[in-house]
C-alpha cells in the first residue's frame, strides 16, 4: 500500500465514522485525518452524536451498548433532552471506537446488520467472549481491533 492510497483509507474510514456518528450535525468541521478526530474528540462531540448512532443500530441496543460506551441506559436518554452538551472524552473516545470498528465490520462482512451480529456473538479467539463485552477497557479494545483485522483479512477466527 503507498502513502497515498493509506491517505486515501484513512480519510474515507474517518469520513464514514463521522456519518455514523452524524456528519456535519455533530462534526464541525468534519474531520479528514485522526489528528483532527482527535481534536474533535477533546474537545467534547454533542451528546446529539450518541442519539445518531445508536439511531443506526439494530438488534445491538440497550443495555450491551451503553456498557460498551461507558454510560447507563438512563444517561443515554438523558442526553435526547440536552443534545448540544458536549460528551465527556472518554465517552466520546469510546463512541468513535465502536463506530471504527462496527465500521470495519461492515466493510469485512458486507452489511451493517452482519456487524452488529459478529460483535455480539462470542468468538473463540476471545475465549468465548463477546467483543462488545471486551470494549469497556483499553486491552479489551486491543484484543477486539487485533481480531477485526483478522477478519478483514481473512484469517481464521
Given at each position: ?28 468541521p ?5 489528528l ?5 474528540l ?10 445518531h ?7 445491538l ?6 456498557h ?17 452538551k458536549p ?12 463506530a471504527?470498528?462496527l ?7 458486507g ?17 468465548q ?11 479489551g ?17
Open positions: 500500500m503507498t502513502f497515498a492510497q493509506k491517505d486515501y483509507s484513512e480519510a474515507a474510514e474517518i469520513s464514514a465514522v463521522a456519518d455514523l456518528l452524524g456528519g456535519k450535525d455533530v462534526f464541525n468534519l474531520p479528514k485525518s485522526e483532527e478526530a482527535h481534536q474533535s477533546n474537545k467534547g462531540l454533542p451528546r446529539l452524536a450518541v442519539r448512532f445508536l439511531s443506526h443500530l439494530g438488534e441496543r440497550g443495555e450491551t451498548v451503553t460498551a460506551l461507558g454510560m447507563s441506559l438512563r444517561t443515554t436518554q438523558r442526553h435526547r433532552d440536552t443534545p448540544e460528551l465527556t472524552q472518554d465517552q466520546g473516545s469510546r463512541i468513535w471506537v465502536l471504527t470498528i465500521n470495519r465490520l461492515r466493510q469485512a462482512l452489511t451493517f446488520d452482519e456487524a452488529q451480529r459478529w460483535i455480539v456473538t462470542p468468538a473463540m479467539a476471545l475465549n467472549m463477546r467483543p462488545i463485552d471486551l470494549l469497556s477497557t483499553a486491552p479494545r486491543k484484543m477486539v481491533d487485533d481480531l477485526v483485522t483478522r477478519v478483514t483479512y481473512g484469517v481464521y477466527t
